[in-house]
């Protein structure tokens, strides 16, 4: 267990230790300073530092404990199920190799309660709400999403009665889902959840005006839930992420065939999931050193994996630049920024 703080640079977020996910649990994925790789992401990040409304603690002189890196938020179902807006379920196996921090909640009841409730808003069959009723609505809410920057956030007038639909669809009392946006739905999910079991809320908070950085602020200062970690994604697959997005970002006539070919490659062992991720990472270990000059640690040698013969036959540029490490150009200089600090290399 951590002491429940802004993660707001990659620095902070290396030192948590990793953690499988738990049923309960709300995923904060993170895009860190510089690592807004597609349009999507950068507009939440940007929209969330400049044009995020302060909310009643902020008035009040408190400091906000939540950062405009919060990009997105999802909360495992089960050890293996991870759920978002609209109804998207994934394994945990299908995380991206992207960064994430876990909250927990210490009250299992409470946790148990907000499964239920976000299976039931997902589709999912559950023992409240009686099979074979039509179901409508669940749709993601872009504009709620939007709207959240300069909604209000706490508990008011119409939060009861919103809340009250979400417990009568749960219930089987109606048919309509309201659409959500990403941390509309967890927050939801425990709001709901409390006052189902405890006659009350438990964040006091509007879901409808709750951005993912003012969840992480919610998050770190209610005492029923505490940061547990990150998820298990190595640092090497997470910095490959941004060298992939830097390369593709550079300027098009000005990459040669071998530098494509080279991020064909990385692009190929980077996005091994699951128990391929290891086989990804020893790819990744071989090709910075093979093509790039890296020099790997001696206790992380044994797991690098050569390129098989087989595959080499579909990259000609790369064959012929095999033993040859690449020295020079804009792959070589955001390899060389990027990958060469980490701990894996000399």
């Known amino acids: 267990m951590f002491d429940n703080d802004v993660i707001a640079s990659l620095r902070q977020y290396n ?52 950062d405009a890196a919060s990009e997105h938020i999802a909360i495992g179902l089960s050890s293996s199920k991870l759920a978002e807006a609209a109804g998207e379920i994934h394994d945990d196996d299908d995380i991206p190799n992207t960064a994430a921090v876990v909250y927990r909640c210490a009250d299992k009841q409470l946790a148990e309660a907000a499964v239920t409730i976000t299976k039931a808003l997902c589709r999912i069959t559950v023992d409240t709400r009686p099979k074979g009723l039509p179901v409508e609505g669940g749709h993601y809410d872009m504009v709620g999403a939007a709207k959240s920057l300069y909604t ?108 494509i070919e080279l991020k064909s490659l990385i692009y190929s062992s980077w996005c091994k999931q699951a128990e391929r991720r290891k086989q990804g990472v020893g790819e990744l270990l071989y090709l910075y050193e093979t093509y790039f000059g890296l020099n790997v640690k001696p206790k992380f040698r044994h797991m690098m994996k050569p390129m098989s013969k087989e595959l080499l036959i579909s990259y000609p540029a790369i064959k012929a630049l095999q033993m040859k490490p690449k020295k020079s150009g804009r792959l070589y200089n955001i390899v060389f920024k990027e990958i060469a600090p980490l701990d894996y290399f000399l």
């Open 15 to 66: 030192r948590l230790q990793e953690v499988k996910v738990q049923p309960g649990d709300i995923l904060i994925f993170k895009v860190f300073p510089g690592w807004a790789h597609d349009k999507i992401a950068a507009s939440i990040t940007k929209a969330q530092k400049y044009l995020h409304w302060k909310s009643p603690d902020e008035k009040a002189g408190i400091k906000l404990k939540g």
């Open 152 to 259: 209000k956030r706490t508990f008011h007038a119409t939060t009861n009665e919103y809340i009250e639909d979400v417990l009568s669809f749960v219930y089987g009392s109606t048919n309509l889902i309201p659409d959500m946006f990403c941390s509309q739905l967890a927050i939801t999910a425990y709001e709901a959840a409390s006052v189902a079991i405890y006659g009350k809320t438990c964040f006091g908070s509007d879901p409808r005006g709750v951005t993912p950085k003012h969840m992480e602020h919610l998050l770190n200062t209610r005492g029923n839930f505490h940061l547990a970690g990150r998820i298990p994604v190595p640092p090497l697959l997470m910095h490959t992420d941004k060298v992939i997005h830097a390369y593709n970002n550079a300027r098009k006539w000005r990459q040669s065939a071998d530098s």
